[in-house]
């Protein structure tokens, strides 16, 4: 059923003041404050909000169209300022590395309750027996083969520039599946519509929050539990031979910025230190962008307006500090 409320309570995060404030710097307002913009409407919709609030501060806010990997090189190098919404089970090598040298920051959690998998249409249980088990998923791949992938059945998964977490869940449990990486979150969509319509076979992997499952009808794929033991103990799991071979570790997602943001722009680096997204939030504002055709400018100026009095406070608290 889709969802039609707009707008739920937000979830802001603002500061109690205690004693005696020095109050902090704007710091450099002439210059823009570049955050990167990723490639699925979540994430367009956790940057939105927060660029909006540091406009409202008397920032000047650009957004930069940048791949999840480069986006973290370019941080590090000062080219881009924050990144709001990033998923710890497909960050890219480097992450730590730069971060380990100073050039980027974690400046905390988002707030969204996360989950990711490997996701099907509820249709697919009639095609395949014992569904949600991931043993009877297996013995029936070749029911999920393409002319590509056969006769192995096919996994749709991230676009490659979002890291391959599904191919490498499957390729660690020796599933008999091929992953193919989808060209986008619009192409993952697509896939999944038109396999309902057409009741044709369908395996991807997903995430939550997303619109669509609040759209139509789905079901996760039961893997073994993502346990630090399975990623961590080769002996563990259903393959004694690889580490990874289970279901998705349980997601963090968490704000990054470029380490001299607090330097250059002080109120905005604790705005953004401050600032949360709730996931029902965001996932009814994707349902109003994907689901119902609204404007993105449209559907965050309404939010941004209905949180005024919020966000007033969030701004005056971070200058107070």
């Not at 789905?218 to 580490?243: F, K, M, Q, R």
Request: proline residues 5%; contains cysteine; glycine residues 10%.
């Amino acid at each position: 059923m889709k969802l039609r409320t707009m707008i739920a309570t937000a979830a802001f995060a603002i500061p109690i003041m205690t004693g005696s404030a020095v109050a902090l710097d704007m710091g450099a307002t002439d210059q823009p404050i570049k955050l990167a913009m990723n490639e699925w409407t979540g994430q367009h919709l956790s940057t939105r909000v927060a660029g909006a609030i540091l406009e409202k501060a008397g920032y000047n806010v650009e957004y930069v169209t940048a791949g999840y990997g480069p986006q973290f090189i370019a941080m590090a190098d000062g080219e881009l300022h924050g990144a709001m919404e990033v998923w710890t089970s497909n960050l890219p090598g480097q992450f730590n590395d730069m971060e380990a040298a100073g050039g980027i920051k974690d400046i905390g959690a988002l707030g969204l309750n996360a989950r990711e998998g490997v996701l099907y249409p509820i249709h697919m249980k009639d095609m395949c027996p014992g569904l949600p088990d991931w043993e009877a998923l297996n013995a029936c791949a070749a029911k999920f083969a393409t002319v590509e992938t056969m006769p192995k059945g096919r996994l749709l998964d991230y676009p490659a520039d979002w890291g391959s977490p599904g191919a490498d869940r499957f390729n660690a449990m020796g599933m008999d599946f091929q992953a193919v990486p989808a060209g986008s979150e619009g192409a993952l969509i697509t896939e999944l519509e038109a396999s309902i319509a057409k009741k044709s076979p369908l395996l991807l992997t997903f995430w939550q929050p997303h619109w669509a499952l609040a759209e139509y009808e789905t079901e996760w794929v039961a893997l073994p539990a993502g346990t630090d033991e399975c990623y961590n103990d080769a002996s563990w799991g259903v393959n004694p031979n690889a580490t990874g071979d289970c279901d998705f570790s349980p997601t963090r997602i968490f704000k990054v910025t470029w380490s001299g943001m607090n330097d250059t722009w002080p109120v905005a680096g604790e705005i953004l230190a401050q600032y949360t997204m709730d996931a029902g939030d965001q996932q009814n504002m994707m349902a109003a962008i994907d689901g119902r055709g609204e404007d993105i400018d449209d559907v965050v100026a309404a939010f941004v307006a209905s949180k005024a009095s919020d966000i007033d406070s969030m701004i005056a608290a971070a200058k107070a500090k």
